[in-house]
């Protein structure tokens, strides 16, 4: 070949080696510019950026006047964090790994937003935005193969998901229709499940709910939208009473396990309760605002409530940093009001954080962004932090029944957690016990119990 073509040929290709190199010098020199100037930047680990405390005082959002006061600013860093996200990206296709992870539930393709234990233990329900609901056989979290039900919904997504306490039907919140639906669950004959589809509910909610919940009772519903509108239904779709918040806007409500109250909470610095009535007969009789057992003391917004089995203790965490426990086994129809008994801090940004509660309540394991932390409500310190559990948000989170497990939905994985931090809650209480006057049988059984939870944290490599 002739070498003229190709001088001419190479001139521009050096040109443009240049003016790229020169690009890249610029876009590199103005994003150590904006890391510098704006510190927090691509330090949110939802691919948000991160968020100091006070910046987060607007109803817990994104600060509107932050996002338009330089748009360039903004696209900057839409830039950094869409970087970021890659990187995370990468990092998530290596997988997350923890001594404490037991197992991952693999198998939906999009995010997966709620998850419910059927009564009897023996399913796990989760919904997704990708349009399905799947329910996993729970035998055995540490097997790897799992058999599992997938559902679709129809035209719509679900975005929360609940049994009904006979494990005989799956309630689920269509997202853009705005309503309930209810797909029964049968038998089948090689001993797992089918679902069929069977009928929603009228649409009662103008805007996103935050909160469906079904009594363990059976008897009743309740669904509850962001603003101050909380619905009560029967099993048919039938509307037994609304009820007014008077939260300002409503982050959370949930029916606690014992299936008498609803437990709500918001805007303001309390969560409140309400105590739903039947008469003898099963008929529904009222909702009553019980203001004895309102869960207050905080300074800021209350995101979210959990509650231990029998709903003797109650757990708040809010926009304040702090998650606080109550005793609520109390005469509060005698004007006994709650017994506050334990606050402890959470560090961890976001602009929501979700509580768990574990059922003997001697553990708090709070979620905000990606992050967790679980607590000891004996001493109320942090007993350890779980960092990028995942991409993107932590969408729930709760203990199985036997507090074994913390189960913490993100991303399209749902995972599973050994409660490490029960453990060594546990050992401390026993230790606690043996030390006031105990039959012989007890000391033994507490003594037998130590024992074991020595054992297994030491085969889990944690200090005890
Ligand atoms: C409440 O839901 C509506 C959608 O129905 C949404 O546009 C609005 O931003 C939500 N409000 C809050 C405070 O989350
Ligand atoms: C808080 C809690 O439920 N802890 C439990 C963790 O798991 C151990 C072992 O099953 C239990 O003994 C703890 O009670």
Not at 67 to 85: F, I
Not at 225 to 234: G, I, P
Not at 258 to 268: H, I, L, P, W, Y
């Amino acid at each position: 070949m002739d070498s003229a073509p190709n001088k001419v040929s190479l001139g521009p290709t050096v040109l443009l080696t240049i003016f790229v190199g020169l690009g890249v010098a610029v876009f590199v020199f103005f994003i150590k510019w904006i890391k510098r100037e704006s510190p927090r930047v691509g330090s949110g680990k939802d691919g948000k950026p991160g968020k100091s405390k006070s910046s987060g005082e607007l109803s817990g959002k994104h600060s509107k006047k932050e996002q338009t006061s330089s748009a360039k600013t903004a696209s900057l860093k839409k830039k950094l964090t869409e970087r970021e996200n890659r990187r995370n990206n990468r990092a998530s296709e290596k997988g997350f790994r923890h001594p404490w992870l037991l197992a991952s539930l693999k198998g939906h393709t999009g995010r997966v937003l709620d998850m419910d234990f059927a009564a009897n233990g023996k399913y796990l329900a989760s919904c997704g935005d990708d349009r399905t609901i799947f329910v996993w056989d729970t035998k055995d979290f540490s097997q790897k193969d799992r058999r599992s039900l997938r559902i679709n919904v129809e035209y719509d997504h679900a975005t929360h998901v609940k049994w009904s306490p006979d494990c005989k039907a799956v309630i689920a919140h269509r997202f853009n229709d705005n309503c309930i639906e209810i797909f029964k669950i049968e038998k089948k004959k090689d001993g797992w499940i089918s679902a069929n589809k069977a009928f929603t509910f009228p649409k009662a909610h103008d805007t996103d709910i935050v909160g469906m919940g079904i009594a363990t009772n059976g008897k009743f519903i309740m669904t509850c939208s962001n603003k101050t509108d909380l619905v009560l239904w029967d099993l048919k779709g039938e509307k037994l009473a609304t009820v007014d918040t008077f939260l300002m806007s409503t982050t959370c409500a949930k029916i606690s396990p014992c299936g008498r109250f609803v437990v709500a909470s918001g805007f303001t610095p309390e969560a409140k309760t309400w105590e739903v009535i039947f008469d003898k007969s099963g008929e529904f009789k009222e909702v009553k605002s019980v203001v004895e057992l309102t869960l207050g003391g905080h300074t800021s917004g209350v995101y979210d409530v959990a509650f231990d089995v029998d709903s003797s203790h109650m757990a708040t965490v809010s926009k304040d940093g702090t998650w606080r426990l109550f005793d609520t086994n109390v005469n509060y129809k005698q004007g006994q009001g709650v017994r506050f008994e334990k606050t402890g801090k959470y560090e961890l940004d976001g602009s929501n954080a979700l509580i768990a509660l574990s059922p003997n309540s001697e553990v708090i394991a709070i979620a905000a962004a990606n992050d967790l932390q679980f607590f000891s409500t004996f001493t109320g310190e942090l007993d350890c932090t779980i960092e990028n559990v995942a991409e993107g948000s932590i969408t729930a989170l709760f203990f199985d029944a036997s507090g074994k497990y913390l189960l913490v939905s993100a991303d399209k994985q749902i995972k599973i957690f050994h409660n490490v931090t029960g453990y060594r809650c546990s050992i401390v209480t026993a230790k606690e016990k043996l030390k006031e006057h105990q039959t012989s049988a007890t000391k033994d059984r507490l003594l037998q119990l130590i024992k074991e939870s020595e054992t297994f944290l030491k085969n889990m490599g944690e200090i005890y």
